[in-house]
């Protein structure tokens, strides 16, 4: 039976969710998909969570106590693509899907089936993925960023694999994408003007943008190698007339902005909470709005900021060192914003604001170190150090992390129409915020040392800093386990929540009653001042 | 920008649940890990077996064909609303968009060879002393015709390089080819008006005319490249001259294979009378498709065959 | 109340700035050369900038954050934008980045002044190993030596106590002279490593088939060490550098005592060896050469790298065996050692790996035998 959802009588019309497992691999709603991207997130960030603690465990001393070389550079490998491609993508398409039409006042996803679609391949993607590190020969051990040759001609086996699993990938992405597009496009609610869209809403559309561009690259660039490996050509061989530096510029065109499609929408995010929890309107919207626009725009033109040691030009690498710098600028903007949007407002600190805050701050510490990298002559000493982890780790995890952990106990009301334990979210709050800076900030110290990233075993002089780098890690991996279990007991036993969960939230999505009705808005909503942003 | 002002928002229209999705999820990977592990053995100098990718295959387009068909019969049966036929829009054009930005990775690949690295290689400009030093023989030609390290990658025995006289040209292969696929442009556009005047008959015939030009476009490629393989000693291993000449063109004739394949579908549909002069979605897209692989040959007969 | 905060506030920053530029362990090193220095001088103002600007972002934030909250009875303020302070606070920010870019552009185009060296050596990264070529005026090879990881396995599986210099020392370091101008010309034999001495502020990708040019003129004599800082398989922790800055006249006599030890070296490669020679200088080549893929115990790592215990080639031929490790085999990671080894080194390590880990293969590799393969090179 098709649903044709007409206003006046809805009701005999609507109907809930199928029941069983069959619900989840048919459905084509989007509360549904964005649920199972959620888990599918969860999942993914702990099994590269894992990975991560077991880099860390054999870094807790020099030596190599746990793991071979070999098996190492599986682990930085895998937990670098897992984390970005399995843990903080999927999990930002998840909050769109659930968010998107909610905020803009449609039923839907532009286009429903297709949403399961992308959401589908991407647990046979990364079981594939996954599964290579139990092959013979190893799985991908080259560094997520797979430079070639030791990519191409030196590779494991599975590497055919792992190409194809980035080829599914990228589809995965790339329809997500178009879909988001269409959703916000096409779908909104009278009087939902452009200038008038959420925060979120507009990241998003900027992100998937974003991703529509470079996906595609990617899946280039993963293609020449896969004709490298298998069919003779050089592309990234220079006794072929080709040239392996090749790799990286077309790897970081993809790169590049990649980084930033996974922080715009946590830019979206941590603008609804401050706003709400300030109760105050947002400082600046248009402002931020061409901020995260300009950022978008540089994003495509800094990526050999990644390759300052490769031995480009001067003028390339002038030119690539000043436009990096000049993000500084609208980025600087938004952090400005949020700060004025704070300024004179009445602040509670909930469990999502402290979040917030944090990736204010944090993410502006890992901003700060971005900027130091960029300065050319001074990253030849930064780059490939522990300096370059630590600036990333900021600005994704407390950065990207923390706005899609503080993103789920915001609306977590909203979408399961209960509320979390306050207490617990806060423990599990402070267990981060302190676990993730003792896990990283002694990574800037070890790196300024001179202490190379990727590698098992190091130099006498880096071991203070690598063993409370592994304690802190071990205290932020587990602190996620009250994560977990905040999350399953606000699910099961949470107290009810309102309809408007936040004193100060604005936003179609807190009219609907919590939970939200399966079809989210079944007419189109009236779009008052009060609900919007701009 | 479109505002959702003009459409009547009362009626959303959400497809039931579906199995296609997750069908056509599995077939792609039953289909990915088959070819995978078909290269591995190949390349391990074993017999690699297809059977996999075939299965995979036929998942895929069973699945695709259910779906396909189940989205035309909710369009006949007057489902979409207008504001569904508009996300098709979108959805197409951004499609259009990422295969542009992969034609993009190719045509980067070979501008940044062309004009940075073989010079380079040949002791030219800033990053010369890679040539001088490393490659004292190898000489700064594009079309690259011997390769840095003969001995690793064969030289090319020839090129695809244009005639130098004027009359030759007529028989120079790819620029029929670009008269057929402009052509066809027009045939497909003339198709498209016949539907915006409900002429069935003109729209089955452009449109086959369409289809038929897509066919002779292949043959003659195919024509190329066993001339390539067979009497020029240009192959995927000729270095990088014949590896962009290959991925380039190959990924574009993969598209126009695509292509004339979407064109055939839409035919059998003109046949069968689907399309109106209002509700016309598959054949537009379909046509715009067939522009945009037209457009990607022109850059490709400018940049890889003429210049 | 608020200028307590902001005393304390710059009071902690004060601290945090004291230590970091006190505490060495804490900071990038300054260095040896002038380049090394302008480029700690740079850092030190960029992260002097960075640290202002945070102390005044966040000190506004937690200003903010105390004074602005609903426990204080706050009422929201509703203002939502202010153009002025907008347009200030992107055009400040830009104002900054400008005159950081001043000096920065300075000193990147100094590190680009290559030419005028006094002398040219030729860097090659290999798996996992640096070859030191050193050049004449025309870059053609006056003699070259290749520099291994020094430090014991038995250290790194902590069966061993380590020592000062774990993991940072090699058999033999690069000799170069002080106060002369060492251009560097950085390539790679298989995958890209880079090469990155700190106190020198210079690293550069060794990329195969490219070549990168780099400079340093070292003032003080002494040892720097450093590390490959590009992934390049499974020992990249395990490929430092170490570079002995010699005074020049040192340095001069040893440059010339080289090129003689070559020709010495060239003339035992006539002579014939007993077993018990070639067993002992084979197990040292094996062990700095061979054991990082086939492991010390022969088994090696299968499928990736194969055992040569058992191996049907250690047990075959001889003259197979020699091949193969002359040549290497082409689109893998056993590379061709009759470009890196000696006769002598090449025949004992065959011959090794023909009597050991259980093998048996009853014959005799001589140097004289490589050189006949090889073709008298
Ligand atoms: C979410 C992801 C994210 C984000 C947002 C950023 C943001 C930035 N990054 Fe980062 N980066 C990564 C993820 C990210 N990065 C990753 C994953 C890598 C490593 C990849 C790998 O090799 O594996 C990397 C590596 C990396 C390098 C390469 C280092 C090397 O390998 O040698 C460089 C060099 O320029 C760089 C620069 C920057 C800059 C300038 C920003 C800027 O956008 C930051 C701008 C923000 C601020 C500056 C703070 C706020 C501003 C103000 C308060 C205004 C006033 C300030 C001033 C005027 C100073 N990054
Ligand atoms: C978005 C991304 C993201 C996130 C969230 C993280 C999270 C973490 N990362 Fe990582 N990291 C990267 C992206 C990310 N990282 C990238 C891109 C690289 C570069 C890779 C490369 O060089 O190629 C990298 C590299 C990298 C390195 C350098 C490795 C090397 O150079 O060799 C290190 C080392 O400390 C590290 C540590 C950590 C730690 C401790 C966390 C912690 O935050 C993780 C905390 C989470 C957990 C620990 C999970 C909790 C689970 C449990 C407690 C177990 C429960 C188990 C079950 C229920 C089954 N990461
Ligand atoms: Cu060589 Cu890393
Ligand atoms: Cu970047």
Known sequence: MSEVIHADHHDDHDHGPEKGLLRWLYTTNHKDIGTLYLWFSFAMFLVGGVLALVIRAELFQPGLQFVEPEFFNQMTTNHGLIMVFGAIMPAFVGLANWLIPMQVGAPDMALPRMNNLSFWILPFAFGMMISTLFMEGGGPNFGWTFYAPLSTTYAPDSVTYFIFAVHLMGASSIMGSINIIATILNMRAPGMTLMKMPLFVWTWLITAYLLIAVMPVLAGAVTMMLFDIHFNTSFFNAAGGGDPVMFQHIFWFFGHPEVYIMILPAFGIVSHIIATFARKPLFGYSSMVYAVASIAFLSFIVWAHHMFTVGMPLAGQLFFMYSTMLIAVPTGVKVFNWIATMWRGSMTFETPMLFAIAFVVLFTMGGFSGLMLAITPVDYQYHDTYFVVAHFHYVLVPGALFSIIAAVYFWIPKWTGKMYNESLGKLHFWLSFIGVNITFFPQHFSGLAGMPRRIPDYALQFADFNMLSSIGAFIFGFSQLVFLYVLIHTIRSGKPAEGRAWEGAKGLEWTLPSPAPYHSFTHPPKVTDAEVQG | MSSATEVDNSIYYVPERGWYPVFLAFGLMVLVTGLGSWLNETRAGEAGSWTQSLIGLAITSFVLYCWFAKVISENAQGMNNAMLNRSYVWGMGWFIFSEVMFFAAFFGALFYVRALVVPWMGGEGDKGLTGTYLWPEFEAVWPVISNPDPALFTNPGNTMAPPSTPSAWATYLPFLNTVILLSSSVTVHFAHTAIKQENRTKLIGWLGFTVLLGIVFLGLQVAEYIVAYRDMGLTLGSGIYGSTFFLLTGFHGFHVTMGTFILLVQLFRALKGHFSHKDCFGFEAASWYWHFVDVVWVGLFIFVYVL | ?377
């Open chain 3, 1 to 377: 109340m608020k200028k307590t905060i902001l005393q304390f506030a710059s009071g902690i920053a004060l601290i945090g700035w004291a230590l970091i530029v006190q505490a060495d362990e804490l900071n990038l090193r300054p260095g040896v050369t002038d380049i090394s220095r302008e480029v700690y001088d740079l850092h030190m103002l960029i992260l002097g900038i960075c640290v202002a600007i945070g102390v005044v972002v966040f000190g506004v934030l937690f200003w903010s954050v105390y004074a602005h909250r609903k426990s204080r009875g706050q009422e929201a303020a509703q203002f939502h934008h202010n153009t002025y302070l907008e347009i200030l606070w992107t055009i400040v920010p830009t104002i900054i980045l400008v005159l950081m870019a001043i000096p920065s552009t300075q000193v990147l185009i100094a590190m680009y002044d290559t030419g005028g060296e006094d002398m040219t050596v030729e860097v090659r990264g290999y798996q996992w190993k640096w070859q030191y070529k050193y050049l004449d005026e025309d870059y053609n090879r006056t003699f070259s030596f290749f520099s291994n990881l020094a430090t014991p396995r038995s250290q790194i599986n902590n069966r061993q106590v380590k020592t000062d210099t774990y993991l940072l020392e090699v058999d033999r370091p690069l000799k170069i002279p002080a106060n002369r101008k060492v251009r560097f010309l950085i390539t790679a034999e298989d995958v890209i490593h880079a090469w990155w001495v700190p106190d020198f502020g210079i690293k550069r990708d060794a990329v195969p088939g490219v070549v990168n040019d780099l400079w340093t003129i070292v003032p003080e004599p002494g040892v720097y060490r450093g590390q490959c800082t590009e992934l390049c398989g499974k020992d990249h922790g395990f490929m430092p550098i170490v570079v002995e800055v010699l005074p020049e006249a040192e340095f001069d006599a040893w440059y010339a005592s080289q090129a003689s030890t070559e020709v010495v070296k060239a003339e035992s490669f006539g002579e014939t060896f007993t077993h018990e020679q070639l067993m002992a200088k084979g197990e040292e080549i094996y062990g700095t050469y061979c054991a990082a893929c086939h492991l010390a115990d022969g088994q090696g790592i299968p499928p990736a790298f194969p055992a040569i215990a058992g191996s049907a080639v250690a047990m075959g031929p001889r003259d197979d065996h020699l091949r193969l490790v002359i040549d290497g085999v082409a689109g893998s990671a056993m590379q061709a050692f009759g470009k890196q080894l000696d006769p002598v080194e090449l025949a004992s390590v065959v011959h090794f790996q023909r009597h050991s880990f259980g093998n048996d293969a009853g014959d005799i590799s001589q140097p004289a035998d490589v050189v006949n393969l090889s073709g008298g090179q």
